[in-house]
């Protein structure tokens, strides 16, 4: 594999086994900027990409992985000026990175297990794709993050044999990912809840909503929505599968928007009532189409 990855910067435009398990990890940082965990036996280098704010290898291994980042002024000023047709925010990011490695990657493109989350406070998507990339079978476990002045990319990257081997690895790396800006806050008053989030919020009340993704060994993971102690579900209990249908359709446009494709086997709603009681409903895509048709 060329080291060089052609990997955009947007200002110019395992198996899991004992030895991944216990390996030993150490805190490297970026001053003024982030920190994260790297293993030990990974070495610092700076052949990968010549813009990268911090880049590991170990080639015996096959694996790399490199942090870039650029200011959220930059973005939205590229956004403005009709650079990317996409939004000044972390989903518009998200699909600009995306469109990228579409556009390089000759064969097999494809995009999976994409997940909104928090990390260490700050807003984030994770993501896989692969494909071939200049011959390469490439697996990339990815991650957007938001704060309060730049994006970061978090590029984590494999052949398509060792997905299974490395996939636990990327997510510690990934999760251990800690923005250290001067001035920068854990809790953003304007930080953005989306839209049909926000929506089931107001119709349901609940006093939990939770996100999980389900691995399976399909290849297409289930995603499960939970809604814990909502007055309404738990008082009309004789029309709760109208109502699990009613959530579906409205996390089902959520999970459209920032899914490039939507590759998911199906949606689980789950929702706690105050007396222990639990109902669960499975919806597959097939069955949101037809109750968004309704």
Known sequence: MKKKISLLFLILLSSCNENNQNEKYEKKSVENKFSLLI???????????SIASI??????????????????????????????DTTADLDGYY?????????????YFKVYNIEKKKINHSNAIVFSMSGINDGYPAFYRYAVIESNKRY????????????????ERMNKIIDSFKIEETNH????RSEK?????????????????????????TGKNNYR?????????????QNIKIHSREIVSIYYKFLIRIN????????????????GKIHSFDYSEKDMKEIIKK
């Open 39 to 49: 293993p030990e036996s990974l070495g610092q280098t700076n052949k990968l990409n």
């Open 95 to 107: 699909k600009v990175v995306v469109n990228h490695f579409k556009e390089i990657t000759s064969k």
């Open 55 to 84: 880049q590991f290898e170990n080639t015996s291994q096959d694996f790399y992985i490199m942090v870039l980042d650029e200011s959220k002024d930059a973005f939205t000023k590229a956004v403005d000026n009709k650079v990317y």
């Open 260 to 275: 490039t494709p939507f590759n998911y086997n199906k949606i689980i709603i789950k929702i706690v009532h105050r007396n």
């Open 152 to 167: 970061y990319q978090i590029m984590s990257w494999t052949n398509t044999l060792q997905e299974q081997k490395y996939t």
């Open 225 to 237: 929505y939970t809604l814990t102690n909502s007055d309404l579900l738990d008082t009309d209990l």
């Open 193 to 217: 809840i989306d839209d049909e989030i926000q929506e089931i919020g107001r119709l349901y009340r609940p006093e939990i909503m939770q996100q999980e993704e389900i691995k399976t060994k």
């Open 185 to 188: 806050s854990h809790l953003h």
